[in-house]
């Protein structure tokens, strides 16, 4: 069964500046989905980045880019240039190939922007 | 117009009740979910349904039945209900299995459930 583990319960940043959150997973799939997900005060999960296993090429998003690392079954999220409003609970999910099955989640990291 | 809607958002009961939560999408999509957040936050898939199918069932106790009439309401229907259940529920619905590319996710707001 596939794993997922974010090592940071708690992560800080000063607004303006990079933080990274990190991701670990375990699978024995070649393909595979990778998501990060934004669950704010509001409770609402946001989706904030996807990376398709089979691309090389990191997915980026506007202030969101990941550090995808395949062979170390690695996928982290970097914030740049971190607002007030990215504060929220950060959750790392994955999913098998075809997208349309379970994903199965970190335990998240919560991240707290600083003014 | 909310994509994935849920109801109630807030559920305080007492043990032993019998409590509903329902769910809609109108996002055209075929398969829904229903998550359990529990009080350290962790997310754990407990049902699928694709095209009013179940086609995932994660060990969840029997007093938990899903039910979906159509493919655009999944529901939730919890028997007998105990400490333990109080949780976070959350709703997610996608498109169809076996589509090329990447199938996000689409979370309803949750429904905050609190057993006495």
């Known amino acids: 069964a596939q794993t997922v583990t974010q090592s940071q319960p708690e992560m800080s940043v000063q607004e303006a500046e990079t933080v990274t959150l990190s991701c670990t997973y375990d699978?024995?799939?070649?393909?595979?989905?990778l998501f990060w997900y934004k669950q704010p005060p509001s409770r609402q999960m946001i989706l904030v980045i996807r990376q398709e296993a089979y691309k090389q090429q990191n997915a980026t998003e506007n202030r969101f880019s990941v550090n995808f690392q395949k062979a170390a079954k690695s996928f982290s999220l970097k914030i740049s240039d971190s607002q007030l409003g990215d504060a929220a609970m950060y959750f790392c999910a994955y999913s098998s190939q075809g997208g349309s099955e379970k994903l199965v989640f970190g335990k998240g990291t919560k991240l707290t922007v600083n003014p | 117009d909310t994509a994935v809607s849920q109801t109630p958002k807030y559920l305080v009961t007492q043990m032993g009740n019998d409590k509903s939560i329902k769910c809609e999408q109108n996002?055209?999509?075929?398969?829904m979910y229903w998550y359990k957040q529990d009080s350290k936050k962790f997310l754990k898939i407990m049902f699928s349904?694709?095209?009013?199918?179940?086609?995932i069932n994660e060990t969840v106790p029997n007093r938990f039945s899903p039910k979906s009439p159509d493919k655009a309401h999944l529901n939730l229907h919890i028997n007998s209900l105990e400490l333990g259940d109080s949780a976070v529920y959350f709703c997610?619905?996608?498109?169809?299995?076996?589509?090329?590319?990447?199938?996000?996710?689409?979370f309803g707001e949750g429904s905050r459930l609190t057993v006495l």
């Open positions: 349904y694709n095209n009013k199918e179940l086609i």
């Open positions: 997610a619905s996608s498109r169809n299995r076996g589509l090329a590319g990447v199938a996000e996710l689409f």
């Open positions: 996002l055209g999509h075929d398969t």
């Open positions: 699978t024995s799939e070649s393909d595979y989905y």
